[in-house]
Nanobody, 123 residues
């Protein structure tokens, strides 16, 4: 079984910073892409940023220059450094990873999600 657990959310004023972390645990053979999504009230879940196992990154336009995604492959952890936060960044942030469990011999992946962490930015 694979679990993703996020941490680091909270309430911050506009212009402030937060750092989200997500740790993948369980019987993991390897992890390919990892990423962060968010869902604001009444809106669809949207992709915020992704990072490959090799470190290539992509961002949604609205966070470019403000957010930085990174990962520590040895710790099965992905981070999201969020600077210059805006009220429109308020959402539940979810961690996602393409995980290859040991039980599948590295041949099949699971699209794994964390439980979400709330980020609230006040104006």
């Amino acid at each position: 079984q694979v679990q993703l657990v996020e941490s680091g959310g909270g309430l911050v004023q506009a212009g402030g910073s937060l750092r989200l972390s997500c740790v993948a645990s369980g019987s993991i053979f390897r992890i390919n892409a990892m990423g962060w999504y968010r869902q604001a009230p009444g809106k669809q879940r949207e992709l915020v940023a992704t990072i490959t196992s090799g470190g290539s990154t992509k961002y949604v336009d609205s966070v470019k220059g403000r957010f930085t995604i990174s990962r520590d492959n040895a710790k099965n952890t992905v981070y999201l450094q969020m600077n210059s936060l805006k009220p429109e960044d308020t959402a539940v942030y979810y961690c996602n990873a393409e995980v290859f469990p040991i039980a599948y011999g590295g041949r099949r992946s699971l699209d794994s999600w964390g439980q979400g962490t709330q980020v609230s930015v006040s104006s």
